[in-house]
T-cell receptor
Framework: DSGVTQTPKHLITATGQRVTLRCSPR?????VYWYQQSLDQGLQFLIQ???????AKGNILERFSAQQFPDLHSELNLSSLELGDSALYFC??????????FGSGTRLTVV | QKEVEQDPGPLSVPEGAIVSLNCTYS??????FMWYRQYSRKGPELLMY????GNKEDGRFTAQVDKSSKYISLFIRDSQPSDSATYLC??????????FGKGTSLLVTP
């Protein structure tokens, strides 16, 4: 157990739907990162939050949004889902710059 | 050109061999360098973390960073079948999110 908790582990939904992925960081970690992993693109950075504030944005689609709550857990919202959004979504957390700890991921399948 | 390039493999070696994994990068601002190991359908696990240039050793693993050549390496000595996984290099500048290579698939055969 890495200490980063992601729920749900698996999600199957239809095109056009909206889903919410949840992440609880390791105790004491203030930064939360969201990554998307697909077979052809590898791990792609989506967005980073630090202590409740958005800190950096990567290749995140406008249909996707995220937030970090006062208790530091984070949610990634994916809307108007398309087949191409099927992927593994990882959350990671860290204290400071450098290596961070990943959760076990949410496997999203859009049918 | 992607900022981080990594040969996807697959790389197949016999048990006990020395494995060499490499990445090149283009952004001279990168100063934090990492190697992650990812087993199938699991989250990446941090193996090695290096700041700036130099070597770092941890058990059977050695990480090398050559900033002048923009080249990083991971060596695995006495490789074991349990080392079979995908190895991802990652790097960042100060305060920025990690940039990952696409990963090299390694298979260690008994």
């Amino acid at each position: 157990d890495s200490g980063v908790t992601q729920t749900p582990k698996h999600l199957i939904t239809a095109t056009g739907q909206r889903v919410t992925l949840r992440c609880s960081p390791r105790s004491g970690d203030l930064s939360v990162y969201w990554y998307q992993q697909s077979l052809d693109q590898g791990l792609q950075f989506l967005i980073q939050y630090y202590n409740g504030e958005e800190r950096a944005k990567g290749n995140i689609l406008e249909r996707f949004s995220a937030q970090q709550f006062p208790d530091l857990h984070s949610e990634l919202n994916l809307s108007s889902l398309e087949l191409g959004d099927s992927a593994l979504y990882f959350c990671a957390s860290s204290v400071v710059d450098g290596g961070y700890t990943f959760g076990s991921g949410t496997r999203l399948t859009v049918v | 050109q992607k900022e981080v390039e990594q040969d996807p493999g697959p790389l197949s070696v016999p048990e006990g061999a020395i494995v060499s994994l490499n990445c090149t990068y283009s952004n001279s601002a990168f100063q934090y360098f990492m190697w992650y190991r990812q087993y199938s359908r699991k989250g990446p696990e941090l193996l090695m973390y290096t700041y700036s240039s130099g070597n770092k050793e941890d058990g059977r693993f050695t990480a090398q960073v050559d900033k002048s050549s923009k080249y990083i390496s991971l060596f695995i000595r006495d490789s074991q079948p349990s080392d079979s996984a995908t190895y991802l290099c990652a790097m960042s500048g100060s305060g920025y999110a990690l940039n990952f290579g696409k990963g090299t698939s390694l298979l260690v055969t008994p």
